[in-house]
């Protein structure tokens, strides 16, 4: 079965400090994607990223950086210099790619404060 | 349109009513996801709907809820006798394509409060 673990329920930390935010997954299948997702106050989801499971290679997109390990199956999100504007729920996602349309598995979310 | 469209956005009912919460995909999308956020929660799968048919409706909580997509592009999800336990944020979401796993775009989603 699918699951997607996000440990930490919420996060507080001052600008400009670096943050990492942890998902760990469980899926059987060999193909599979990851996704983080931002949900501010709006509420609207924002895709950030997406990741297949024969890609470990990390990455990063300005201040955002992705850490993927298939050996201990995380997926975890890093924001250097950290922003009040990124204060907003983070979700990471699941999606076995077996099956056509397969639906997103999201994590509890972690709830990042960024204060000034 | 520029993105996923969800009405109402917020809407308060009575315990026993009966409701619809309707979803506009970005056009040209023929996937569509509802999902469904309790407070302090991930979104949840409800349903998808690939064209006009209902794909995969596992996630339904019971027969009270029951989506439709009549000509493949705006959807309603309908909840039939409400409870006080479906008071949530009911999310859509469309995809260019069910095949392969591009992103899901979301809409703003419908608060649905139930007294």
């Known amino acids: 079965a699918q699951k997607v673990t996000q440990a930490q329920t919420e996060i507080s930390v001052v600008e400009k400090e670096d943050v990492t935010l942890d998902c760990v997954y469980e899926?059987?299948?060999?193909?599979?994607?990851l996704f983080w997702y931002k949900q501010p106050p709006s509420g609207e989801l924002v895709f950030l990223i997406r990741r297949n499971s024969f890609d470990e290679q990390n990455e990063i997109s300005g201040r955002y950086s992705w850490n993927f390990q298939k050996s201990t199956s995380s997926f975890n999100f890093t924001i250097t210099a950290s922003q009040v504007v990124d204060s907003a729920v983070y979700f990471c996602a699941l999606s076995e790619a077996g099956q056509a349309g397969t639906a997103l598995i999201f994590g509890k979310g972690t709830t990042l404060s960024v204060s000034s | 349109g520029a993105g996923v469209s969800q009405t109402p956005s917020n809407k308060v009912t009575e315990k026993g009513k009966y409701v619809e919460l309707r979803c506009d995909p970005i056009?040209?999308?023929?996937?569509l996801y509802w999902y469904r956020q309790s407070l302090g929660q991930g979104p949840e799968f409800l349903i998808y709907f690939q064209g006009t048919g209902a794909a995969d409706d596992s996630g339904l909580p019971n027969d009270r809820f029951f989506a439709v997509r009549p000509e493949g592009s705006v959807s309603t999800l309908k909840i039939q006798r409400t409870e006080r336990g479906d008071s949530a944020v009911y999310l859509c979401a469309s995809r260019q394509t069910s095949y392969g796993t591009g992103e899901l775009f979301f809409g703003e989603g419908s608060r649905l409060t139930v007294l």
């Open positions: 899926t059987r299948d060999t193909t599979y994607y």
């Open positions: 056009s040209g999308h023929t996937a």
